[in-house]
């Protein structure tokens, strides 16, 4: 899945595990720097934005298992 947001791009891909029971996911962002004086804030935002996606992330599964 993919969600475009003011420049910032965010993936994530689920796959099984080969040897255990569990499903994996990885979260991926892109962000578009126009000049390295918006390095700090955009690596910032970025990581922000994917903490929340982990979140719901997260809470999706827990709701969906009931867990």
């Known amino acids: 899945a993919t969600a475009p947001t003011d420049g910032l791009t965010v993936r994530f891909a689920a796959r099984?595990?080969?040897t255990e029971p569990k499903i994996k996911f990885?979260?991926?962002a892109h962000a578009d720097v126009a000049n390295a004086d918006q390095l700090d804030a955009i690596k910032r935002q970025t990581s922000d934005t994917i903490?929340?996606?982990q979140s719901s992330l997260s809470s999706w599964?827990?709701?969906t298992l009931g867990g």
């Open 61 to 63: 599964i827990d709701r």
């Open 26 to 28: 990885y979260l991926f």
């Open 16 to 18: 099984p595990s080969g």
């Open 51 to 53: 903490q929340k996606v």
